[in-house]
C-alpha cells in the first residue's frame, strides 16, 4: 500500500511538472506565394517508362511548373546521374528551355537527395523562402531523402502526391507515410496550388485556373 501511494505521488508530482512546460508550437502547413520554392527530383526521359503512373507524374509536374512560371515562384531541378538516366523529361514544361533559361539549368548529381551543394546555395540565397513543395521521384529514395534533409533544415515540406511515385506501389506507399510521419505534409497539386493563391482576387486566379482546367481533363491514373 504504502509503495502504491509513494507511487501516485510521484506520477502526479510528474503531471505537474509536464503541465508547465509550454507546447511546442507546430507549422500547420499554409503556403504562402511569397515563401515558397518548388523542387522537381528527378524526373528523367530513360526512367520515366519503369515508373508507376508516370503519366499522371509528367502531366502533374508540367502544371507545377507552369503555376511556377505565372506565380513567380522558384523552382529547383536536379538529376540523377543524367548519363544513366538521361535528361529531365520535355513532358515536364511547356517550353523547357524558356523555363530553365528563367529558372536555372538542371542541377546534376549523383547523392540521392537534392540537398547537394549548388542547391544548398540557391536555397540560402533564397532568404524568404519557407516552404519547399516537393515533387518527382523516386519517392522512397530521392524523394525521400530531400524531404528529410529539409526536414532537418526546418523547411516546411509539402510533397505533391500526384507527381511523386515510384516503380513499386509499396515502395511509393511507404514512402509517403514515411514522410508524413516526419513532419511533411501531403498534397496534391491543385490543393497547394490554390493555397498559394489564397483568394480568386489574386491577379492570376484566371491563368492560373485556365492550367487547372486544362490538367482536369487528363486522366489521373492515383485516383482510378
Not at 540557391?122 to 523562402?129: A, F, Q
Amino acid at each position: 500500500v504504502a509503495h502504491n501511494i509513494a507511487l501516485r505521488a510521484h506520477n502526479m508530482k510528474l503531471l505537474s511538472t509536464m503541465s508547465v512546460i509550454p507546447a511546442m508550437k507546430s507549422s500547420v502547413g499554409k503556403l504562402a506565394q511569397s515563401s515558397t520554392c518548388f523542387m522537381l527530383c528527378d524526373i528523367q526521359e530513360r526512367f520515366m517508362p519503369r515508373i508507376h503512373n508516370s503519366k499522371t507524374v509528367l502531366h502533374t509536374a508540367k502544371l507545377l511548373t507552369q503555376v511556377s512560371d505565372v506565380l513567380d515562384i522558384p523552382c529547383v531541378v536536379t538529376e540523377q546521374y543524367p548519363k544513366a538516366f538521361g535528361v529531365t523529361a520535355e513532358a515536364c514544361f511547356e517550353n523547357k528551355t524558356d523555363f530553365l533559361d528563367r529558372k536555372g539549368l538542371p542541377v546534376e548529381k549523383k547523392k540521392f537527395s537534392m540537398i547537394v551543394n549548388d542547391v544548398e546555395e540557391k536555397l540560402k540565397g533564397w532568404t524568404d523562402v519557407k516552404s519547399i513543395v516537393l515533387f518527382g521521384v523516386e519517392a522512397h529514395i530521392c524523394v525521400q531523402q530531400t524531404a528529410l534533409d529539409l526536414l532537418e533544415r526546418d523547411y516546411d515540406v509539402h510533397v505533391v502526391v500526384d507527381a511523386t511515385s515510384s516503380q513499386v506501389t509499396y515502395d511509393r506507399e511507404v514512402a509517403l507515410e514515411r514522410m508524413r510521419q516526419s513532419g511533411a505534409f501531403l498534397t496534391t497539386a491543385q490543393s497547394a496550388t490554390f493555397m498559394l493563391m489564397e483568394s480568386a482576387d489574386h491577379a492570376n486566379f484566371k491563368a492560373v485556373s485556365k492550367l487547372i482546367i486544362e490538367h482536369s481533363k487528363l486522366i489521373n491514373e492515383f485516383s482510378v
